[in-house]
């Protein structure tokens, strides 16, 4: 996007395994002293893996730098603790339809008063999605424009819902879930595609299928006799993973069906797995949680 819209963009290439190294991040910036902002995923939802995103700020300040520090928090927002003021983020881009539990269509950005400085001297063109005149019908209450009311009815309860939940609890909720996932992961003999345990995602799974497996064919299957749909492998991984998503509205008799939908459907297809949703069990009973 940011290429689209004219930007020079260097971009800091991984393995797609781990989340954005602070290291690489102060490397870069220091051989560029120029650069005016580094735009991180925190919870990256093609490949379930989370970035530790308060030491990459620590990284941009040691490094000397005064780029901002951007951050998509799409697929963790509401699910995985993120705290935009004291890990010094600049500009936190958030939406709707994940952890908040909602359609997509709602929009949030979180901006520091840095950002907004440097909005107001930035040339690029822009219009609909120009802080100023949102911020200005923001001190009266408005939006500018026309407001989604039925997503923002919908934004109410659910954050009524988290909000009685308790956020701590909602993210221990989701940790848990995962630990429960990983549990399965490796009982049925396969490889989480995260492969730093600091980085592990509350919010979503990504699962490598063994060599001559066709992921996408695991998930027709699982489709076709379960009515259940999970993520592809996206870019270099199409084929090569599947996706367990479990953020939001759910609670262990979802991941319990979840998990069974995917080891039925991983044996019909063929590949020859052990007991995930024992394991995972398991594990969930290792620590039982009211929700
Ligand atoms: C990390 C992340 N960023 C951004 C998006 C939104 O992308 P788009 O609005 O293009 O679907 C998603 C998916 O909803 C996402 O998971």
Redesign the pocket.
């Known amino acids: 996007m940011a290429e689209r819209l004219g930007l020079d963009v260097d971009w800091v290439e991984g393995d797609w395994r781990r989340g954005v190294d602070p290291d690489k991040v102060a490397a870069v910036l220091r051989s560029d002293p120029s650069i005016a902002a580094v735009m991180v ?6 490949t379930g893996v989370t970035s530790r995103i308060a030491e990459i700020r620590e990284a941009i300040d040691a490094a000397g730098s005064e780029a901002l520090l951007l951050v ?5 927002l509401g699910s995985i603790d993120y705290r935009h003021d004291e890990w010094g983020v600049d500009v936190t ?1 958030g ?1 709707s ?2 952890g908040l539990m909602l359609p ?1 269509g709602l ?1 949030f950005n979180a901006v520091s008063d840095k950002a907004r400085a440097a909005s107001e001297r930035a040339r690029l063109p822009r219009s609909y999605w120009d802080w100023k005149p949102i911020l200005e019908a923001n001190q009266a209450g408005f939006w500018p424009y026309t407001s989604a009311t039925n997503l923002l009815y919908g934004l109410r309860e659910a954050i009524a819902m988290l909000r009685e939940e308790g956020l701590e609890n909602v993210y221990a909720r989701h940790r848990r879930h995962a630990e429960a996932t990983r549990a399965a992961v490796h009982a049925w003999g396969l490889e989480v595609l995260c492969a730093d345990e600091r980085e592990y995602s509350a919010s979503l799974t990504a699962v490598v299928v063994p060599d001559g497996v066709d992921a996408d064919e695991v998930r027709r299957v699982i489709l076709e006799r379960f009515d259940m749909s999970l993520g592809a492998g996206l870019g270099k991984l199409a084929g090569r993973v599947f996706r367990i998503g479990h953020l939001g509205d759910f609670n262990d008799l979802m991941l319990a069906g979840t998990l069974c939908g995917v080891e039925m459907g991983l044996r019909i297809a063929g590949v020859p797995v052990g007991d995930g949703v024992e394991a995972a069990l398991g594990r969930l009973a290792l620590e039982p949680v009211a929700v």
């Open positions: 995923v925190h919870n990256e939802t093609s998509d928090t799409i697929s963790s881009v939406c339809q994940k997509a929009g």
